[in-house]
């Protein structure tokens, strides 16, 4: 089974502080995502990347930094934390080949206070 | 512009009963994916169900079915013989790009089973 593993489970920053949310997967996954899910809103695309070294913006990247220097890991960091970055963040890899399904790490219950 | 559009936000269905949950996409990539994702109280992400674009048979997994109208770009998700263990947060998502992939994901719609 595909292991997608997220560094904390809850998160609680000050505002200003530079955030980083780790996601670690056990298989070879080209494309990994983070996304952020708020009440009403769903699951919106942050940033996501498709090899190492390489990533996009997602629809709401303003805020946030990505890195990916090895395959297995994808950083999500918060320049400088804002109240209204707190939210869930979820992690998610996929598959190039078969595309078939998309695994979810157990999400990251950030609050900015 | 909203690329995954789920209509609705709230559901109610009796146990025993089937349900339709609506999804529209919009893409003019000819090779895409769409999944639907079950997402309980518990918050984890369940993978219920895929419908590759060139597929040419609707895909079914269980108690799981879903209708893909191409030309209407809908893909809802039927669930047949509804549980009281189906109320959840369902999300529908679409995979697309020719060189990267890129998920997304509709609003949800919450459902809720009663006995």
């Known amino acids: 089974d595909v292991k997608v593993t997220q560094s904390s489970r809850y998160l609680v920053k000050r505002t200003g502080e530079k955030v980083f949310l780790e996601c670690v997967q056990d298989?070879?996954?080209?494309?990994m995502f983070w996304y952020r899910q708020d009440p009403g809103l769903g699951l919106r695309l942050i940033y996501f990347?498709?090899?190492?070294?390489?990533?996009e913006k997602g629809d709401i990247p303003e805020g946030y930094s990505v890195s990916r220097e090895k395959k297995e890991r994808f950083s999500l960091i918060l320049e400088s934390a804002s109240t209204n970055q707190t939210s869930m963040y979820l992690c998610?890899?996929?598959?190039?080949?078969?595309?078939?399904?998309?695994?979810f790490g157990q999400g990251t219950r950030l609050t900015v206070v | 512009a909203q690329k995954i559009t789920q209509t609705q936000p709230g559901m109610f269905v009796q146990e025993k009963e089937a349900v339709t949950l609506d999804c529209t996409y919009d893409?003019?990539?000819?090779?895409?994916?769409l999944f639907w994702y079950k997402q309980p109280s518990s918050g984890e992400m369940i993978f219920l169900i895929y419908?590759?674009?060139?597929?040419?048979q609707n895909a079914t997994e269980g108690r799981y079915s879903l209708n893909f109208q191409k030309a209407r770009k809908s893909a809802n998700l039927v669930i047949s013989a509804s549980q009281l263990g189906d109320s959840a947060m369902y999300f529908c998502?679409?995979?697309?790009?020719?060189?990267?992939?890129?998920?997304?994901f509709g609003t949800g719609t919450r459902l809720q089973v009663f006995p």
């Open positions: 998610a890899t996929l598959f190039g080949g078969t595309y078939t399904e998309a695994f």
């Open positions: 298989m070879d996954h080209e494309n």
């Open positions: 990347s498709y090899d190492v070294k390489m990533k």
């Open positions: 893409t003019s990539d000819p090779s895409y994916g």
């Open positions: 419908q590759g674009s060139y597929d040419q």
């Open positions: 998502a679409m995979r697309e790009g020719a060189n990267t992939d890129k998920l997304i």
